[in-house]
């Protein structure tokens, strides 16, 4: 019996029990630490529970980053490619623009030979139209793609209502009543009145002032923009259907060959001189603008296609 206490004493000797066998010391130290760590355990917790939480937020935002990073490679390589789009656009256009100006240059030219050999306006006319290439001649000639309505009348400003257009909105033909005159002034000689040289007078001729703006008085191609013999500065508008509208005595053109002009599109500007007045034998010391319709070459009775105005005076 002695033996077995000894035997169990040993074996409590080698691996005592915490609980068991302690000095009361270890037990009051063992509940001051339970105590201790009761108290911190929840803190401990909280803040093990915030910092799983902003883990999880850098992780989202590590994933944002990696996303917005290829959108970025991406947006990057569009705009790359763009860029040689464009670079490629722009080659083009450049290239495109100096055979334009190339090729207006040789217009230029080819219109100033033809004018140096031209006689009179019929004959500068004949030759322009002769000079059109095929497919331009029969563009021109076609009926406009719409005729006003009975009761309708044309807008006078056709570049504001209508500014991309680039044919005529109606026949020429039947503009009667609808064109406005291209400059503010005083008719001083109109159509078939003597033009002091012992012949009628095959246009219109309105004094106005120095400086004056001239619009288009109708829509049309530019085929001829440059000086001409005594007439100075003159405009040749081709109005489709074999019309013509000449303007002559300007001391500027503002436009340029095979440009389509719109109804009230400025044209040009008069000089402060008095130059065509005298190649006119108008007696006008104001700066005078020359208006002459054609048809087939033949000058025209331009009266019935202007607009009625009022306050309008015609005198010679």
Avoid at 66 to 92: F, G, M, V, W
Avoid at 137 to 159: C, D, F, H
């Amino acid at each position: 019996m002695i033996a077995e206490v000894l035997a169990v004493l040993q074996r409590m000797g080698r691996r005592p029990p915490p609980a068991l066998l302690v000095r009361p010391e270890d037990a009051l130290q063992s509940v001051r630490t339970a105590m201790l760590l009761g108290a911190l355990l929840p803190e401990m917790r909280a803040q093990a529970q915030a910092l799983v939480d902003e883990l999880g937020e850098l992780v989202r935002i590590r994933k944002d980053i990696a996303t917005e990073r290829n959108r970025l490679s991406r947006d990057l390589a569009a705009l790359s490619s763009e860029r040689e789009r464009l670079n490629l656009l722009i080659e083009q256009r450049q290239t495109k623009q100096a055979a334009a100006e190339k090729s207006l240059t040789e217009q230029r030219q080819q219109t100033a030979t033809l004018a140096r050999q031209a006689n009179d306006l019929k004959e500068l006319i004949s030759k322009l139209e002769q000079d059109l290439d095929a497919a331009t001649r029969a563009a021109r000639a076609a009926p406009a793609p719409g005729e006003a309505k009975a009761g309708e009348t044309r807008p006078e400003l056709a570049v504001l209502s209508d500014p991309g257009r680039l044919a005529p909105a109606i026949s020429f033909a039947s503009a009667h009543g609808r064109l406005p005159l291209p400059v503010n002034g005083v008719k001083i000689r109109d159509y078939g009145a003597p033009d002091g040289a012992g012949s009628a007078q095959k246009g219109l001729s309105i004094a106005t002032r120095g400086g004056a703006q001239v619009t288009a008085p109708c829509d049309g191609w530019v085929v001829y923009a440059g000086a001409f013999r005594s007439y100075g500065q003159l405009l040749i508008l081709d109005a489709g259907g074999g019309y013509h509208i000449l303007l002559a005595g300007m001391d500027r053109i503002s436009v340029d060959l095979g440009q389509f002009v719109l109804t009230g599109e400025p044209v040009g500007v008069m000089g402060g001189g008095s130059t065509l007045a005298s190649a006119l034998s108008t007696g006008s010391s104001q700066s005078v603008l020359y208006v002459e319709f054609r048809k087939d070459g033949a000058s025209v009775d331009p009266s019935p296609w202007w607009a009625t105005r009022k306050g309008e005076k015609v005198r010679g």
